[in-house]
């Protein structure tokens, strides 16, 4: 099974002190690899820092021997003291590392030593779609459509694979050579029995699901609908629809479904009625990933095949 995850056994980096790190000689990290009763070590050499998420550090890193750049997550291990910490990185790597699909982060391998433990991860080039709203807030009808329709593939293999994602966000929505690679699985879990509710409260306040705050039924794969509705809101009117300077106003504010357009950016009709349709309280009555994309807003014109580059940081000239 491709779900199989080898941890190897290595050896601690021999310039890893924060002395070498202030004199900026390059960290070696080395992989110590046994298979039948042969040792090999692989170096790699870790590089710029790409940023910091719950427990883990970003590095690049490069593969010595091919040259090859990944991304790499560095967990180290003091933070994984407690089991529920343990459990959540297996989970994370048991469900990332059984994926594949080309909107999905590319999960390449896994490995670790004395101190940390390595992701290594496919490497996206040009940040996040947070980046890219903090830098153009609202985006055209037409780029929306383009990179939600690839969240929501990547979503629809998630689904039909059992996972669902939970954290789904646009700092979680990575992007390289302009496609959307969807990154992060620490909160994902597998329905493992048909009809199963979860009841673990998790995720990122502005995105939250009604359901998961109530927690009176537990909640499934609607979750990640609902956070595609906070996706489309945001992405379209340049700020999330429950957003408040206090998170217990925001709760509030998911709870009673208290949410408006403003008149500028004028939205068209269809974004609006599938919005609202989304961030329907109950979960069952959301549309499906399925109905999403046969709505209105993504079949009554077509969705762009690319996107210039220089629409990261400017409106590109397209309907
Ligand atoms: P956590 O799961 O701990 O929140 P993240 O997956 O969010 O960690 O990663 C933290 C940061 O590392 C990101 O905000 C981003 O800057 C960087 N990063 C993570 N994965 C990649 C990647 N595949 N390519 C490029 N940068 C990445």
């Given at each position: 099974?491709?779900?199989?995850?080898?941890?190897?056994?290595?050896?601690?980096?021999?310039?890893?002190?924060?002395?070498?790190?202030?004199?900026?000689?390059?960290?070696?990290?080395?992989?110590?690899?046994?298979?039948?009763?042969?040792?090999?070590?692989?170096?790699?050499?870790?590089?710029?820092?790409?940023?910091?998420?719950?427990?883990?550090?970003?590095?690049?890193?490069?593969?010595?021997?091919?040259?090859?750049?990944?991304?790499?997550?560095?967990?180290?291990?003091?933070?994984?003291?407690?089991?529920?910490?343990?459990?959540?990185?297996?989970?994370?790597?048991?469900?990332?590392?059984?994926?594949?699909?080309?909107?999905?982060?590319?999960?390449?391998?896994?490995?670790?030593?004395?101190?940390?433990?390595?992701?290594?991860?496919?490497?996206?080039?040009?940040?996040?779609?947070?980046?890219?709203?903090?830098?153009?807030?609202?985006?055209?009808?037409?780029?929306?459509?383009?990179?939600?329709?690839?969240?929501?593939?990547?979503?629809?293999?998630?689904?039909?694979?059992?996972?669902?994602?939970?954290?789904?966000?646009?700092?979680?929505?990575?992007?390289?050579?302009?496609?959307?690679?969807?990154?992060?699985?620490?909160?994902?879990?597998?329905?493992?029995?048909?009809?199963?509710?979860?009841?673990?409260?998790?995720?990122?306040?502005?995105?939250?699901?009604?359901?998961?705050?109530?927690?009176?039924?537990?909640?499934?794969?609607?979750?990640?609908?609902?956070?595609?509705?906070?996706?489309?809101?945001?992405?379209?009117?340049?700020?999330?629809?429950?957003?408040?300077?206090?998170?217990?106003?925001?709760?509030?504010?998911?709870?009673?479904?208290?949410?408006?357009?403003?008149?500028?950016?004028?939205?068209s009709?269809y974004?609006?009625?599938?919005?609202?349709?989304?961030?329907?309280?109950?979960?069952?009555?959301?549309?499906?990933?399925?109905?999403?994309?046969?709505n209105e807003f993504f079949t009554l014109s077509t969705?762009?095949?690319?996107?210039?580059?220089?629409?990261?940081?400017?409106?590109?000239?397209?309907?």
């Amino acid at each position: 099974q491709q779900q199989q995850q080898h941890h190897h056994q290595s050896s601690s980096s021999s310039s890893s002190s924060s002395a070498a790190q202030q004199q900026e000689q390059p960290i070696i990290v080395k992989e110590v690899i046994n298979s039948g009763g042969q040792t090999h070590i692989k170096e790699y050499k870790q590089g710029e820092f790409l940023g910091k998420g719950g427990f883990a550090k970003c590095y690049l890193m490069t593969d010595l021997e091919t040259n090859k750049i990944y991304a790499a997550k560095i967990v180290p291990k003091s933070t994984l003291q407690k089991p529920r910490a343990r459990s959540k990185l297996k989970t994370e790597i048991r469900i990332h590392s059984s994926l594949n699909h080309e909107n999905i982060v590319k999960f390449e391998h896994c490995f670790e030593n004395e101190e940390n433990v390595y992701i290594l991860l496919g490497l996206c080039n040009q940040k996040t779609v947070m980046d890219l709203h903090k830098r153009r807030k609202f985006l055209l009808e037409a780029e929306v459509k383009y990179y939600v329709y690839q969240v929501i593939q990547a979503v629809l293999y998630l689904h039909q694979n059992k996972i669902i994602h939970r954290d789904l966000k646009l700092g979680n929505l990575f992007i390289h050579n302009m496609k959307i690679k969807l990154g992060d699985f620490g909160l994902s879990t597998r329905v493992e029995r048909e009809g199963e509710r979860k009841k673990t409260i998790c995720g990122t306040p502005n995105y939250i699901a009604p359901e998961v705050l109530d927690n009176s039924n537990g909640h499934s794969y609607e979750v990640d609908v609902w956070s595609i509705g906070i996706i489309l809101y945001t992405l379209l009117i340049g700020k999330p629809p429950f957003e408040t300077p206090d998170v217990r106003n925001t709760y509030q504010r998911i709870r009673q479904n208290q949410y408006t357009f403003p008149e500028e950016p004028t939205i068209s009709d269809y974004a609006k009625k599938l919005i609202i349709s989304i961030l329907n309280p109950i979960p069952e009555k959301r549309p499906n990933l399925h109905q999403i994309l046969e709505n209105e807003f993504f079949t009554l014109s077509t969705i762009p095949k690319y996107l210039p580059q220089t629409a990261l940081t400017m409106i590109p000239m397209i309907r």
